[in-house]
């Protein structure tokens, strides 16, 4: 099954690049592309991709308010925002709009398409660099406040679930340290969502941490989101 992809990037040599880069994988298309924000709102709209890749510095209107507005609209998009950008405000903000993953333009392309095969299977791509910043963050609004807030009434395998996604593992792991099948974790992890109010593995994980669940200080600063 091919999977449809757009891509949202200013420059156009990029978009050439990547529309190069996935024509030599039969699974992968390119069917859209946009030049800025509001182009690829416009764009998720009429194409429904599969998953985008996002600038987060385009004209216009921000990858970080694109991928806001288009998450809103559909809480099922797939999104990875891809760009040069790896402080710590961008990838916070990118993530809190709804972004499934957060990539640097330098990875290279066998990170670029493990990345989107992990974000189409529900996984949660992100680079090493992005990996620390976001730790770093978690464990600061962890140490400044813990809000109050009402007990979600998580199951014992959820909470356990929730130990392991902290530690970076992916479905497939979570299940084989929980015996359970990835469809399961993947049912584990909705139902998790839902008692939440959330979508996205990074706000659950943030979440968890906000509520006790999660210690951030044994988070581990490659692999703990």
Request: aromatic share 4%.
């Amino acid at each position: 099954m091919t999977r449809r992809i757009l891509v949202a990037d200013d420059d156009p040599m990029v978009r050439e690049a990547y529309r190069m880069f996935f024509s030599r994988h039969d699974t992968l298309e390119v069917v859209g592309e946009a030049r800025d924000g509001n182009e690829a709102v416009s764009l998720h709209r009429e194409l429904k991709p599969d998953i985008t890749l996002m600038d987060l510095q385009m004209p216009d209107k921000s990858g970080v308010e694109a991928i806001g507005e288009i998450c809103q609209a559909d809480p099922t998009a797939c999104i990875v925002a891809l760009t040069t950008f790896g402080t710590r405000d961008y990838i916070v903000a990118a993530l809190r709009a709804g972004a499934a993953g957060y990539l640097l333009k330098d990875a290279g392309g066998p990170a670029l398409l493990a990345a989107v095969e992990q974000a189409l299977d529900g996984e949660m791509p992100l680079s090493s660099a992005v990996r620390r910043e976001l730790v770093r963050d978690v464990v600061d609004s962890a140490v400044r406040e813990r809000p109050a807030l009402p007990d979600p009434g998580l199951a014992p395998r959820e909470r356990e679930l929730l130990t392991w996604l902290a530690q970076g593992l992916t479905n497939q792991q979570i299940g084989q340290k929980m015996f359970v099948s990835e469809g399961s974790v993947k049912q584990y992890l909705s139902h998790i969502g839902d008692k939440l109010g959330l979508k996205s593995r990074t706000q659950i994980l943030m979440r968890a941490v906000q509520l006790g669940i999660v210690d951030p200080t044994e988070l581990d600063p490659i692999t703990g989101l």
